[in-house]
């Protein structure tokens, strides 16, 4: 009996997601996460899988592994102690960044401190030209020097990082090896090595925040593979990756800047497997939790990619599946001021001490303890009978929200909600405008703790007429990783002219791409099935600042085929920009390759079409629309594909709590999946 | 009756979406490289009288939160559903203030009744005129700037004007880039109507038409009570630009700043007379322009920073500036480099309130950064080559609650810089240094933040190099509380070499094969003695290499290694503060000769001059003053100098 097993570890709960390759049964389990002790959370789920659903470690076919080990390390600044070796006179790479101040309208506004400090940047002489050619020779006896003061300095390791080494990492691989002739046992990251693209800030930040989280994040994973053989898991364990794909643990241990994103990515790449198995053809999910809300859109059950996506203080320039934050999420903390202007966060009460209502020490109202007060949670035990909700702390914390605001207890809970809603409705349509797409024209498909609370009220403000809430929406991101391909992505940055006369540059680069990328999925990770190989050239108008992503069909590079090429660019970015210029000369700045490996889908079993109505746990009191109201209460197991249901009612499920306002109808898809509408 | 406050922070976040929407829409749509890198654009959301009731946070230049639409509003009499008007012209209403600034306003109907505007601008690269990019201090007309429309309907009813398209895209240096750039504006206030529709639907209309003006009266009251928490009194500051003309003599601005409550005044007079250069800031008489109240909303969200940025912010400031002044001079003065002027001016009112609040505000900031731009052949490719290669910037000064930020910020914090690695893919220059430039900050209990330097050689002969913006080689930042100026600027040709040329504040220099430019940006100044900062810190920026240890030494008596000649050092150093203002001995000379008496004489005399005489007679005066061998400051040698002035043109009498 194989079965496969997605684990994602989050802030306060481990959540873990099994699923039956005989029939396609999915089964979700969450247990609280050990911050202490990362990986005893693991053992301690396998140990309730196998209590709970009688699945032995034996069982375990495909295990795949989502952590934030990495991610907390560079946000906590919590990695190791690193040196940063650069081009002589170009010290400061780190320290000025981009310039711009976060807050531009703030005399006092500072970017984030650099994550290696000017004492510890050094500087080595040796020049490249912007064409990769040699103009100075690397001065060994300077790597020496900057390594003496680099280690007087008590570095732990040394991110090297030189000019122009996107084109000819030579410089900085000679550096390495006169590192390793005197210190082999001092870790070494190569800027051109993690990611070799062009601009040399963004570069070097990505090598650093890799560098910082590196050897952490590969101590994790030699504990957990040891744990996990211990316990009799004889799968490899995969991990998850920040483009939403998978690849061996063991290979985190040296790539740890690609798992860096993975929660929120696999987040995605299971909400875009439930709205491709739903048929919708353009969602966005809302991932809402304790301490976040992140929005992702998805178009043709793909999500979209981005680079520069954030890291704590820092963005990271690798592919990364694009989620934005839209929020603080359930524990956004409620304020009146002054002007009895009532604000929600960006002040959170975070998984500690968590809101009032939890329990566990907080007093400040969020909205958790406003959704509390209206009564749309608190009708049973939440997470896994983790948390009991106390209904008598969100309301004292809510009537100090109250009183200022001259309002009742429950009209002021309904303010925070509706104000929370507001503020996500403003991130929401800046993404939108970003993006040039219309919300309305999109499906909302919430998961997290908190997103089938908030989202269908959110849904509502925007002005979408759908919402699909998954059947398992607290685990939808152990889900993403479970079902996620294997993905590897290479690039060259080329600089080039799109004409006749670079065209072969072009094909050779893209013939070592290839090259590459089907060693990576052959050797380093091992598959022997079928692969997709997806070329993309990043280009731009001769003249411009910033490139686009053009995905291009592996046809017109077998044929030489420039006009296909540049057509595909002109094409892009009429639709991002709304304009294109045929008769512009256009650039190919990098080169990119994508390698795939497929994961079998699973087959979710669809249920047999039932008629009529659910029925009810029973009759519940909430506020909401400004007057109080009984709606039914429903569990989740009890609604089945075909049955109706209109709001407002609520339903429960052991992981969170769906709200469905008035004006929305429901009704139950053979997948499980509730979808309501607007009316 | 105001609507609830709930209600309204409700309707707030649905404003800012709707300004953003209308940012992103803009940013994402434009054509042209300088939109995308300097975001020099605005959008925003005005009540039907022009106030400003939502601009964008997060894109778009950070000067013109709150500018009045209201005269340009009023030049058109007759608003139509699907219209969209235009202005670029300074001296028609003095909403758009300089003609590269092309400025768009559509009126937001609901069921046939005007509600709201939606509104922005961009900097276009291009507007015509006597040179390319249509700025220069050396021009002393508007005529020469480039082509100017006054307020007139771009679309009527939905139907684009064609010939008045024509006409301005016959008179630019690149059509193509203006046209792409006014579509992504049109697109823009036509995301800001649909999302103003969205809110209306919403809200209701009653509420929507209340709620924009309640934000107001909201801006107005958090304004109040910021400056309520501000002391009383009379708190007047003085800086100079280095040069009111290329080559030129310093150009005074001043200001008495009067708190007064939860009400201010902002007294201008005493600044410089009405140049014959562009540096002339068109403000019209409005006694609320944007470019007079930038430094004031800095100021204000600095202090509080969850104030509103709309209009409300500025009503309980009131500005007096004579006409016929730098700051608010009359037509046809020319006004293309007024940005130069508005970022010296915020300084001078960030230093008028440091003053009255010097525990919650910060010293002098570097100078505006300018502009690199280099004009060149790629041997190469045989190409011409035109390229913005980087903001040169500064620190910020050194504040109460610790150092400033290095390389840039402040108010100078929205500029962004170009990698190295794209400079010199794309421009045929190599860069020989790019980074921070140490013992560039002024010494401090908080130090004043590091200026930038860049260093790079050129390669093709008749290659030109323009700096726009360069300043502060005389003139230094304003330490505070005892902290020492920044460093001045620097522009050299050939640096350390025998050919070495002091370029001061040139702002266009032709370069041969193999020059080297080097440009500093001067520094932030510091705020607190610097003999106070701990040892540990001083040592912290030695490690860094922020300072010398020569400067150690200089300037805050700290020897590393040697306790005992720090305790000396920084004994030798322990004087109480002299003054509240530092801006070193060049400033100290020049004012030693240009006394408050002497500038209140000039000011008094030019005042009542024709304003085309007043920047003549400023040079003559000064010439004469400069000449008089007995002077003594007190307003005399000006009177005198004055006089024979007049003796010379007696048509200029009074």
């Known amino acids: 009996m194989p079965y496969r097993l997605g684990v994602d570890i989050g802030g306060t709960f481990a959540d873990f997601c099994v699923l039956d390759e005989t029939t396609g049964a999915l089964s979700t389990l969450k247990v609280l996460s050990t911050p202490a002790t990362p990986g005893a959370e693991v053992i301690a789920g396998l140990a309730g899988v196998a209590q709970r659903f009688g699945i032995g470690a034996d069982a375990i076919t495909w295990f795949t592994h989502g952590t934030t080990v990495g991610v907390n390390a560079v946000i906590q600044r919590r990695g190791i102690r690193l040196a940063l070796f650069v081009t002589r006179h170009f010290r400061d790479v780190l320290e000025l960044a981009r310039l711009k101040s976060p807050d531009p309208y703030h005399l006092l506004s500072q970017r984030p401190k650099p994550l290696v400090p000017r004492e510890r940047v050094f500087e080595v002489d040796g020049r490249l030209g912007a064409d990769g050619t040699e103009l100075e020779p690397l001065d060994e006896a300077s790597v020496e020097v900057a390594l003496e003061r680099a280690e007087a300095a008590g570095a732990e390791g040394i991110v090297v990082a030189l000019l122009h080494s996107y084109r000819n990492p030579a410089h900085e691989h000679a550096a390495r090896a006169v590192i390793a002739r005197r210190r082999p046992d001092l870790p070494v990251y190569c800027s051109a090595d993690v990611w070799p693209i062009i601009r040399e800030y963004e570069r070097t930040v990505t090598a650093a925040v890799h560098g910082h989280a590196q050897p952490r994040v590969a101590r994790y994973l030699d504990a957990l593979q040891a744990a996990l053989r211990q316990a009799g898991v004889a799968a490899e364990p995969m991990v998850t990756k920040s483009n939403g794909g998978v690849m061996r643990a063991e290979l985190g241990k040296t790539r740890c800047v690609e798992m860096l994103l993975s929660g929120t990515a696999a987040g995605a790449i299971g909400a875009a497997f439930v709205a491709r198995q739903a048929g919708v053809a353009r969602a966005m999910s809302l991932d809402i939790g304790g301490t976040s809300a992140d929005v992702a859109v998805i178009i043709d059950g793909a999500p979209s990619y981005g680079t520069g996506e954030r890291v704590g203080d820092f963005q990271v320039f690798i592919p990364t599946v694009a989620v934005t934050s839209i929020g603080e999420g359930g524990g956004s903390i409620a304020a009146v001021d002054a002007f009895n202007r009532l604000t929600v966060g960006p002040e959170s009460a975070g998984s500690t001490p968590g809101p009032a209502c939890y329990g566990r020490g907080g007093t400040s109202a969020t909205i958790t303890d406003a959704m509390c007060v209206l009564g749309l949670i608190g009708h049973g035990a939440l997470g896994y009978d983790s948390v009991t909700v106390r209904r008598d702390l969100a309301e004292a914390a809510v009537d100090r929200i109250a009183a200022p605001l001259g309002r009742t207890r429950e009209q002021a809970a309904e303010a925070i909600v509706q104000v929370a809603i507001s503020g996500m409705y403003r991130e929401i349509s800046k993404l939108a405008a970003r993006q040039g797409v219309d919300a309305r024209e999109f499906c909302l498909l919430p998961f997290g703790g908190a997103g089938p609370m908030l989202g269908p009220l959110l849904a509502r403000e925007l002005g979408m007429r759908e919402v699909l809430v998954p059947a398992t929406p607290g685990v939808l991101s152990a889900l993403g990783g479970l079902i996620a391909d294997i993905r590897g992505d290479v690039i060259e940055t080329v600089y080039a002219d799109l004409d006749a006369a670079s065209l072969p540059r072009i094909l050779a680069s893209f013939a070592r791409l290839e090259a590459e990328a089907m060693r990576w999925i052959r050797e380093d990770q091992r598959f022997q099935g079928e692969v997709t190989l997806k070329p993309s050239a990043e280009m731009r108008y001769r003249g411009q600042s910033f490139e686009i992503e053009v995905p291009l069909d592996r046809a017109w590079l077998a044929s030489a085929d420039l006009a296909a090429i540049a057509e595909a660019f002109h094409r892009t970015h009429e639709r991002i920009y709304g304009h294109a210029d045929a008769e512009a000369p256009i650039q190919a700045i990098a080169l990119r390759m994508v390698v795939e490996g497929s994961v079998p889908r699973p087959r979710i079993p669809e249920q047999a079409r039932e008629t009529g109505t659910p029925a009810a746990l029973r009759e519940v009191e909430i506020w909401l629309d400004g007057a109080r109201r009984s709606a039914p209460l429903y569990a989740r197991s009890a609604l089945r594909h075909g049955h109706r249901f209109a709001g407002p009612c609520i339903v429960v499920q052991e992981d969170c709590t769906t709200c469905v306002p008035p004006g929305m109808s429901g009704e139950v898809d053979r997948f499980g999946n509730l979808r309501l509408i607007l009316a | ?654």
């Open chain 2, 1 to 654: 009756m105001p609507i609830d406050p709930v209600t309204l922070q409700i309707l707030a976040n649905h404003a800012q979406a709707a300004a953003e929407s209308m940012a992103f829409t803009l940013f994402r749509t434009a054509h042209s490289t300088f939109v995308k890198e300097t975001e020099d654009f605005t959008t925003g959301l005005t009540t039907p009288d022009g106030q400003t009731f939502a601009s964008p946070r997060e894109l778009g230049a950070t000067w013109f939160v709150g500018l009045d639409y209201g005269p340009v509003i009023r030049a058109i009499d007759d608003y139509r559903e699907g219209d969209v008007c235009m202005t670029n012209d300074p001296y028609s209403g003095f909403v758009c203030t300089h003609p590269p600034d092309l400025h768009l306003w559509k009126p937001i109907f609901w069921e046939g009744e005007l509600v709201c505007f939606a509104v922005g601008h961009i900097h276009n690269t291009d507007v015509g005129g006597a040179v390319p990019a249509s700025l220069s201090r050396a021009l002393t007309e508007v005529h020469q700037e480039g082509i100017r429309f006054p307020p007139c309907k771009l679309v009527s009813e939905g139907r684009l004007d064609r010939r008045l398209l024509d006409i301005m895209l016959l008179n630019v240096r690149a059509p193509t880039q203006n046209w792409g750039d006014l579509k992504a504006q049109l697109a823009s206030v036509n995301t800001g109507e649909r999302k103003v529709h969205e809110m209306i639907r919403r809200f209701g209309i009653e509420t929507f038409r209340q709620g924009i003006r309640d934000l107001l009266d909201l801006g107005e009251r958090q304004a109040r009570r910021v400056l309520a928490s501000i002391p009383d009194g009379d708190y007047p500051f003085t800086d100079y630009l280095d040069e009111d003309a290329p080559g030129g003599l310093p150009c005074r601005l001043h200001l008495n700043l009067k708190i007064r409550g939860e009400e201010a005044v902002m007294d201008f007079t005493g600044s410089d007379p009405q140049l014959a250069a562009s540096l002339n800031m068109p403000t019209g008489n409005n006694p609320r322009h944007i470019l007079l109240m930038v430094g004031w909303n800095y100021a204000l969200y600095t202090l509080d920073s969850s104030v509103l940025l709309n209009g409300g912010l500025m009503r309980p400031c009131t500005c007096i500036v004579p006409e016929g002044t730098v700051l608010n001079p009359v037509f046809p003065a020319a006004v293309g480099m007024r940005s130069m002027t508005c970022a010296r001016l915020q300084g001078v009112i960030m230093g008028a309130f440091q003053r009255a609040v010097p525990d919650r505000l910060p010293a002098g900031p570097a100078s505006g950064g300018p502009m690199m731009n280099v004009n060149t052949i790629d041997s190469r490719t045989g190409r011409r080559v035109m390229a913005a290669i980087d903001p040169i910037t500064g620190g910020a000064g050194g504040s109460p609650f610790g150092d400033g930020m290095d390389g840039s910020g402040a108010n100078n914090g929205f500029l962004k810089n170009t990698p190295v690695e794209i400079n010199e893919a794309e421009v045929p220059i190599r860069i020989l240094r790019y980074g921070l430039e140490p013992d560039s900050g002024g010494a401090g209990l908080h130090r004043g933040g590091l200026a930038t330097v860049l260093e790079f050689r050129v390669q093709a002969p008749g290659t030109v190099v323009t700096a726009r913006n360069r300043d502060r080689t005389r003139f230094r930042s304003w330490g505070v509380q005892g902290g020492k100026p920044g460093a001045p600027s620097q522009f050299w040709r050939n640096p350390d070499t025998d050919r070495a040329e002091n370029l001061g504040n040139t702002d266009v220099v032709t370069l041969d094969p193999g020059d080297v430019i080097r440009i500093v940006c001067s520094g932030g100044s510091g705020w607190g003695p610097a003999w106070q900062r701990p040892v540990e810190a001083v040592l912290a920026d030695l490690a860094a290499g922020k300072i010398t240890a020569e400067a150690a030494m200089r300037d805050y008596g700290v020897v590393p290694g040697d306790a005992a000649a720090t305790a000396a050092g920084r004994g030798a150093r322990a004087a109480p503060p002299a003054r509240g203002l530092d801006a070193r001995a060049e400033r100290d000379a020049y004012e030693r000769v240009w006394t408050e008496a002497n500038y209140a004489a000039l000011t008094e005399i030019l005042a009542l001059l024709p304003v085309h005489w007043r920047h003549y007679a400023k040079r003559r005066i000064f010439a004469l003053v400069e000449a008089d061998p007995d002077r003594r400051g007190d307003g005399s040698e000006v009177r005198a100098a004055f006089a024979a002035l007049q003796a010379e043109f007696p048509q200029i009498a009074h």
